[in-house]
Nanobody, 119 residues
Framework: QVQLVESGGGLVQAGGSLRLSCAAS????????MGWYRQAPGKQRELVAT???????NYAVPVKGRFTISRDNAKNTVYLQMNSLKPEDTAVYYC?????????????WGQGTQVTVSS
């Protein structure tokens, strides 16, 4: 079992920055990737960024060049540095951990943290 605890959300003006953190605990030794997704009101949850166990990263087009995902393997923590924030970045941000479980795989989610960007 895996637990994910997110922190760092809040209210910021357009152009500002926020840093999200997600600490993982439990059975985290077979992690394939960790990442961030977001869900705005009335919209589906969408990928923001992921980072693989080897450090490879993947970003959604709307956040490329503005957001940076990183990972501290020793702390089992993933970070999302968000710069040049825009009102359209307003959403609940969810941490995700994807790992091997037995012969299959499992995806775990955090409880979500609200990010609000005012214009």
């Amino acid at each position: 079992q895996v637990q994910l605890v997110e922190s760092g959300g809040g209210l910021v003006q357009a152009g500002g920055s926020l840093r999200l953190s997600c600490a993982a605990s439990g059975s985290t030794f077979s992690v394939i990737s960790m990442g961030w997704y977001r869900q705005a009101p009335g919209k589906q949850r969408e990928l923001v960024a992921t980072i693989g166990s080897g450090g490879s990263t993947n970003y959604a087009v709307p956040v490329k060049g503005r957001f940076t995902i990183s990972r501290d393997n020793a702390k089992n923590t993933v970070y999302l540095q968000m710069n040049s924030l825009k009102p359209e970045d307003t959403a609940v941000y969810y941490c995700n951990l994807y790992c091997l479980v037995g012969l299959g795989s499992q995806s775990y989610w955090g409880q979500g943290t609200q990010v609000t960007v005012s214009s």
